[in-house]
């Protein structure tokens, strides 16, 4: 049962951190003022250019080639929401299926049809010395690979700068009112390409972590709508670091269910556990919409 | 919403350029495949030729290819440019298209034997029905709760894929048991061709469908409100006649019912039994096909034709030139970004920022910008 226990909290922080490392950053993305929609496509991209990386370069290639992409796709939101001032929903959802079609082509370009697994050099977990051999967390919170490593850092980091810094306070207050913060002197466009470019850099470093982390390998729409429950687990976490790695938490836990219901042979549809992470992210929303209080300017142009 | 002023502004600015813009779209889609072809290290000639041929080629192709894909995409589309007039950003027409071609399924598979004036009707309005059931949480959700229906619709979506994966594995799988899918349909709730094609009396349906909306939006209260609440919901709400609630609310059941009936038309007229990978995405090319459309019901209709041609043209080059049919994604999402630079442009071009002129004359703000 300890054993049942250990490899479910190993999944849960496994599954997790994709989801907090893309949440994180689509959390300053909206204390900024801007919902990007387009994550989903930003995730996927930085998984595919984690394999193509990692295939030429090793892994650190893998992580470079995906915060690359998740870059590039970011300032592609960017150009349109902050510089053009389009429709937000609309870029997004665009840049999403741009996304999707251009990893399709460039997967089926370069590795021939789908049906071959690709193998590639992926980032093993890492055992950190004394913390590894606690009892019971210390297997789930210490051996896991360097990107829940990135995630432990950047959560601390991430609250200090958000509520302790000039430039943190210069995100909230574009968020919260851009023409005040105009006012002030400082420039709302700037201020949202910065908080894109950041976001775009972990949702592209999130898919690489979905794939060279924990996958091993590229399928097409791997992305699976981590992107879209990113969105959700920043609501969920009342946009603050802390609240949102700790809601990421939660829906890791969710998707590593389905590993113990499989090793415990409960007779459940396998369907049921897959389905559960978007089930419960409805009732998450559900449940917190209510309370939450969201960047006044969240989604205007 | 902002989509609703988006949708304003592609309509006003195109009003009487309606085929100027189909000449451009077309054009721009020609150049999309051309470049994106030798980007890939394909003769764009021959992928265009493929395109063609397996498009409007022939009548084979205009008739049997591209109104059989553009079927479910003028449903769809409908779907999507209803709610999203209506400021409701329902991006789950896959999730809700997949529920209706399940619900039709199980009806055909019930019914056995009985008439087929009787069946066919009864399964078109279980798709419908389980469409805007599954649209009911979502807008239930916005309603009750707020949740923002962009994320929840998608969550839904996922939702609808694992449950028809569960079905096509348990209560409707074949009586064999070994594939994933359900019996085939029998004659009985199959959908009629036309005249020795393989096109089905859906595709009549789906521009009778385009028709109806058009009507309604045009010309009756309900569809005023509709209007109202997506052109300005502060001001529908402050003026007290619309209930905004409600009326949104039921724009996400017409809206779901839509996307219903498309996954029903689909099954009865196309596949003839369920299984997951029914639908290549119709739910989620609905949104270029209805923003394409400039959300008026009939452009929505001719933009599915667009989009139909596009697919199946699509899945002629990968038969042909070896051309991954995903192409017809980055085309659809290429358009989209197109549309959307294009009016964005023209509209910063003829407002000036508010607040630049403010800061011009050094006063405050509007305040009236914010709602």
């Known amino acids: ?301 | 919403m902002p989509s609703g002023s988006f949708a304003r502004g592609a309509a006003r600015k195109w009003g009487g350029r309606v085929l100027l813009v189909g000449v451009l779209l077309v054009g721009a889609a020609v150049v999309i495949v051309s470049a994106l072809s030798v980007f890939a290290g394909h003769d764009p000639a021959r992928v265009l030729g493929a395109l063609w041929s397996g498009s409007l080629g022939s009548p084979y192709a205009i008739f049997s290819a591209t109104l059989v894909r553009a079927t479910p995409l003028i449903l769809t589309g409908l779907a999507v440019a209803l709610a999203f007039t209506a400021g409701v950003m329902n991006v789950g027409a896959e999730g809700q298209l997949l529920a209706g071609a399940a619900a039709a399924t199980a009806l055909g598979l019930e019914t056995r034997g009985m008439s087929g004036w009787l069946t066919i009707p009864l399964a078109l309005i279980a798709g419908a029905v389980a469409g805007a059931v599954w649209a009911s949480v979502p807008g239930w959700l916005r309603r009750r709760f707020g949740v923002l229906e962009v994320i929840s619709t998608i969550m839904m979506n996922f939702v609808a894929l694992y449950l028809v994966g569960y079905l096509v594995r348990g209560p409707l799988q074949e009586p064999l048991g070994i594939y994933p899918q359900s019996s085939p349909l029998p004659d009985t709730v199959r959908l009629p061709l036309l005249g020795g094609t393989r096109l089905h009396i859906g595709f009549v349906l789906a521009l009778a469908c385009a028709l109806g909306a058009w009507w309604v939006l045009r010309a009756t209260a309900a569809g005023f409100r509709v209007r109202v609440i997506g052109a300005n919901p502060d001001a529908a709400r402050s003026a007290g006649m619309i209930d905004v609630g409600r009326t949104m609310f039921r724009t996400f059941l017409l809206s779901g019912a839509l996307a219903g009936l498309a996954g029903a038309v689909e099954v009865m007229g196309v596949t003839y039994s369920l299984y997951e990978n029914l639908s290549p995405g119709y739910g989620y090319t609905a949104i270029a096909v209805a923003l394409v459309g400039a959300l008026h019901p009939l452009l929505t209709a001719v933009s599915g034709v667009f989009f139909g041609a596009l697919e199946a043209g699509a899945a002629a080059i990968q038969r042909d030139a070896g051309v991954p049919s995903v192409l017809a994604t980055v085309v659809e999402a290429a358009l989209i970004l197109l549309l959307l630079a294009t009016v964005a442009i023209r509209a910063r071009w003829r407002r000036p920022n508010p607040v630049a002129v403010a800061s011009l004359i050094s006063l405050p703000a509007p305040a009236g910008d914010r709602s």
């Open chain 1, 1 to 301: 049962m300890i054993d049942a226990l250990v490899v479910f909290l190993e999944a849960t922080v496994r599954t997790a951190t994709p989801l907090a490392l893309a949440a994180l950053g689509e959390t300053v993305v909206e204390r900024s003022g801007v919902i990007n929609i387009g994550l989903e496509g930003t995730i996927l991209a930085g998984a595919l250019a984690s394999v193509v990386g990692a295939g030429m370069l090793g892994v650190g290639g893998g992580f470079a080639g995906a915060l690359l992409a998740g870059v590039i796709t970011a300032s592609a939101f960017a150009v349109f929401v902050v510089t053009l001032r389009a429709d937000q929903i609309v870029s997004g959802t665009a840049i999403t299926l741009l996304s999707l079609g251009v990893t399709g082509l460039l997967y089926r370009g370069m590795f021939g049809s789908a049906g071959v697994a690709l193998t590639v050099p992926t980032a093993g977990p890492v055992a950190i010395p004394v913390l590894s051999s606690i009892p019971l967390v210390g297997r789930p919170l210490f051996v896991q690979p360097v990107t829940t490593y990135a995630v432990y850092a950047l959560v601390p980091l991430l609250a200090l700068w958000m509520y302790r810094t000039h430039g943190g306070l210069a995100l909230r207050a574009v968020g919260e009112n851009a023409d005040a913060a105009t006012a002030a002197g400082i420039s709302p466009s700037r201020v949202r390409w910065a908080a894109l470019l950041f976001g775009g850099a972990l949702g592209g470093l999130s898919g690489g972590s979905l794939a060279i982390a924990q996958v091993g390998t590229f399928a097409e729409g791997m992305s699976a709508g981590r992107g879209f429950i990113a969105i959700a687990i920043v609501a969920l976490g009342r946009w603050s670091p802390v609240g949102v790695a700790l809601a990421a938490i939660v829906f890791g836990a969710a998707s590593a269910l389905q590993f113990v219901a499989q090793s415990l042979g409960w007779a459940v549809p396998y369907h049921a556990f897959l389905a559960l992470p978007y089930v419960l992210t409805l009732l998450a929303l559900a449940g917190a919409t209510g309370r939450m209080v969201p960047p006044a300017g969240l989604g205007r142009r």
